[in-house]
């Protein structure tokens, strides 16, 4: 409807969200938690030979120049092999999406290695589907349940739904 990539407006509007809820910029640096004043995002991009890659980008409330930033991520690793960007090289203050567009679900859990310093949030989107009217959009977050709780990820939810609503 408003002439732009679906996948890049909910993804601005989740990073607004997550942005908007100091719990997710919480991570555990060096036995230290840190609030960090903005996070960043990562999602997976998929490839036309269906293989994805990792992708990073800077964080902007300004939707164009979001926008533009990931456009050039998302061509740069379409144009590339493998999966590209490894953790070690992802500064800290960022946070994981991947979409999984082909299926709703009801529920969705990540392999994890049960690190217990791993504190980055992860959101997961499903498949975007209209019923009765209503639009849909599964969305599964895991975070650190040191760092936040069901009331955090409540207001983040919130917060997307309003975004959306904009």
């Not at 409330?61 to 533009?68: D, K, M, P, V």
């Not at 960007?85 to 979409?99: C, E, F, K």
């Amino acid at each position: 409807e408003k002439g732009v990539s679906f996948f890049a407006y909910y993804l601005h509007k989740s990073m607004v969200a997550v942005n908007s809820v100091d719990e997710l910029k919480l991570r555990m640096v060096d036995d230290q938690i840190i609030l960090f004043d903005e996070v960043h995002g990562g999602s997976t991009i998929g490839r036309a030979d269906g293989t994805f890659g990792f992708s990073f980008f800077h964080y902007s409330e300004n939707f164009e120049t979001f926008n533009e930033g990931l456009q050039k991520e998302i061509q740069s690793v379409q144009n590339s092999t493998g999966l590209g960007i490894s953790n070690d090289d992802l500064p800290i203050n960022h946070i994981r999406h991947t979409t999984i567009p082909w299926r709703s679900f009801s529920a969705l859990l990540h392999p994890t290695n049960f690190d217990p310093k791993e504190c980055i949030p992860k959101i997961t989107f499903g498949k975007f589907n209209i019923r009765d009217g209503k639009k849909y959009l599964p969305v599964s977050i895991e975070a650190h349940h040191g760092l936040a709780d069901g009331l955090h990820l409540a207001k983040y939810v919130e917060e997307f739904e309003r975004q959306l609503s904009l």
